[in-house]
């Protein structure tokens, strides 16, 4: 029963970010809002609502294994995976300064949040603790990348096409349904998750980490991936990249920042390798998308591959 409960929680999460982000996108068009603002505000928020609901409920749930295995699980899954069948798809050019910019954005949120798990080894803790103070500290970098999206889409409002497929001519009723339906699907989905999630973990002795790591991450990655396979068809490289890239750092600034200011998340000793391994996937993603400004279909092999390695890897060692 807790896989079929699991399943609709994913069900609920994935169709609940999609009616989000089409009745905020239509909403924001509505105001004039910029598309690329939305783009890069609204659809990756959306896009990472799945992974933000769920770590946030976990936290309060005193289930920081989880909350932190999913997000770096969805943040590896994001890197591997979403790129790298994308790139097999369609090879992925790699043009925008935005994108260009995100990549090491990206590095730099996973470098933070490692410097603030490491409280034994960098100030002689007695254990490591992602408290409320290191919460806010990594909110103020969400903060100030807030700055740079909204500082770029203002320079950029001339960019007409940036991919946000938006309905303007439907009705502020059913926009505001649509984003209010799918925010209550995502936060229904996402308890649903939780607690199947944990319920399967203790039935098959595998810790709330690994399950984090895998079910919740993969789960939560899902609309990511369909956003990214999406845009790879219709030949838009940038858009791929950026949906990928974007979430992966909303998880980390928003989602591990929200969830530690809610509670703080004692951590699990293997979530260490974890998060090295989330930081040189990134940079190898730096040195392809910086070989020729494009990710091939070799490049995307390697990554999947990597994936499956680092699968592997975790299951053996749970």
Known sequence: MSYIILIIGFVLLIKGADYFVEGASNIAVKLSVSPLLVGLTIVAFGTSSPEATVSILAA???????????????????????????????????????????????????????????DVALEGAAENLVSRGDGLVILLFFAVFLYYVFDMALKNRSDAADGVETDVGSSWMRNIVFTLGGLAAIIFGGRLVVDSATEIALALGMSETLVGLTIVAIGTSLPELITSVTAAIKKQGDIAIGNAVGSSIFNIFFVAGSAATVAPLALDAKIFTDAWVMILLTILLLIFSRTRYSIGRTEGFIMVAAYVVYLVYIIIRN
């Open 60 to 118: 309060l749930e005193d289930n920081a294994g989880l909350v932190l295995g999913n997000i770096i699980g969805s943040n590896i899954f994001n890197i591997t995976v979403v790129l790298g069948v994308t790139a097999m798809i369609a090879p992925l050019t790699v043009q925008s300064e935005t994108v260009r910019k995100e990549i090491p954005f990206s590095l730099l949120a996973g470098v933070v949040l490692l410097v603030m798990m490491g």
